[in-house]
């Protein structure tokens, strides 16, 4: 009962906002521009669950058109805050213990009330200051519940969201499946443990310590960082602390667990990072990318392939680690890819930012049926949030410059290939590096006429007018053939009927011969090609 009226609630709204195409009537905006703006609207009245989904499907520039993924990412992570008492009610069950048994002070105000969960602060018996995490009532029911309906509302829909998602349900289904393990704090705590580990060397990248013992499917409870907002600038510079320097290291720690490690902060926004004691904090796990291992390697070559200007090996890349969906027309892919590659290293390397090459090069290889795994569109999209952070703290930083140099010391790049930016330096590397692949490049080329990519143009001068003139003389080959045969099929019924009165039959067609030979010769005559 409660989900059939759950079904009618979530298809009366999407109706409401302009959405009663769902069942393939006529309803609907007049205006498609606003679509996108009355989506956010929608998923924003139906609460929680439907804000959690519209932000999930906000980071997916593989299966959202640009227009829909920036005005869901104006979902606001926020959601009235529950009752205390729920707080409580909680942690007993999770813990069969109540909050004073192990808490000396829990705020019962919450510092932040998202759609997932709500924080508090609180103080251990021991002294220690902590946050404590508790997940909302029912969201893990009502989440899965809501999106397993709205599943069924698209799969019955046809022209629901078929202009903007390719596959809604599969699509869905997946955001389903990721969303269930962000439910599950446990995970969270184990990516909080794993990132302490692999980051325990490098000094200026900090973790909260976690409680592992108050620590369950739906609480957790870990240190309190108290500092300064990576956003706070006024007050970072009254602390004594360099912007630059700040900016610098944020990216290089970041290029470090993603090329080095292959497990990486999956939302480095400026509330997620906070400066103390001259380190930079990640205080929230929910979401983390991990790479493969060949996307690792991949990856890497795919970085040192835009650093070099290099695109012949950018796109045998990006076809070797796309996923195909349909035909891929190779030839298209070269051109546009090509434009694209023009397009951004006409410029000076100080302007580029590498998040935005990557979003724009996955975004054009999806429209020629080639889809990017899913551990790289994360990537994406935690690049594209990270280096707005960077350019806020140090506007003048070149990201190009500065992720070479830590491409040099990681032992990514040779020495040969991190030649000075320098123009001429470059296309001295370039002139040189190039004729020693000539052989490579006869490989190459060989494999592209083989696998379909390889063109070639034939242009023939005056090629239309002599077309015109073969065309004739074929016809009148043609014609010329007709009349011999219709004389030699009269000459054998002459004899067959010789003596009977059916032997006017061969006379007619010597006749009819005659006159077609007499009409085809003053046809050439008159051309003037005897």
Known sequence: MRDRDRFREIVGVLTAYGFGHIYNTKIRTQKKELDPKNLRKAFEELGPSFIKIGQIISTRRDILPKEYIDELSKLQDAAPPFPFEDVRR?????????????????????????????????????????????????????????????????SKAENMLKEIVVDPVAAFKEIRETTKVELDFRNEVHYMLKFKELNADIACVGAPAVFTELSSKRVIVQEYIEGLKVTHTEALLDAGYDLDDIGQKLLLSYLSQVFHDGFFHG??????????EGKIYYIDFGIMGELSKPNKEVLNQLLKAIVLKDINLLIHLILQMGIQKGRVDRNELYEDLS??????????????????????????????????????????????????????????????????????????????????????????????????????????????????????????AGMDEKWIGINKMVNRLVFALIVSALIIASAFVVIATKGTQLSIIGVAGFLAAGFLGLWLLISIIRSGNL
């Open 90 to 154: 909680i942690f007993r069950e999770e813990f069969n213990q109540e909050l004073e048994d192990v808490f000396e002070s829990v705020a019962r105000k919450p510092i932040a009330s998202a759609s997932i969960a709500q924080v508090h602060r609180g103080r251990l018996l021991n002294g220690k200051e902590v946050v404590l995490k508790v997940q909302r009532p029912s969201i893990e029911e009502s989440f899965l519940r809501d999106i397993d309906l709205f599943i069924r509302i698209v």
């Open 267 to 276: 939302d480095p926004h400026p509330g997620n990072l906070i400066i103390k």
């Open 339 to 460: 434009y694209l590659f023009d397009t951004y290293f006409s410029t000076n390397l100080s302007n580029i930012h590498i998040a935005s090459v990557l979003t724009d090069m996955f975004e054009m290889t999806s429209r020629h049926n080639l889809a990017m795994p899913s551990d790289l569109i994360t990537l994406v999209k935690s690049m594209t949030i990270l280096e707005g952070v960077i350019t806020d703290l140090s506007p003048e930083a070149n990201l190009i410059q500065i992720t070479k140099s830590y491409l040099k010391t990681s032992g990514t790049f040779s020495a040969r290939d991190l030649l000075d930016t320098e123009e001429a330096l470059l296309r001295t590397y370039q002139f040189v590096s190039h004729s020693a692949k000539l052989p490579s490049q006869l490989s190459t080329f060989l494999d592209d006429l083989i696998n379909g990519r390889s063109k070639f143009t034939i242009d023939l």
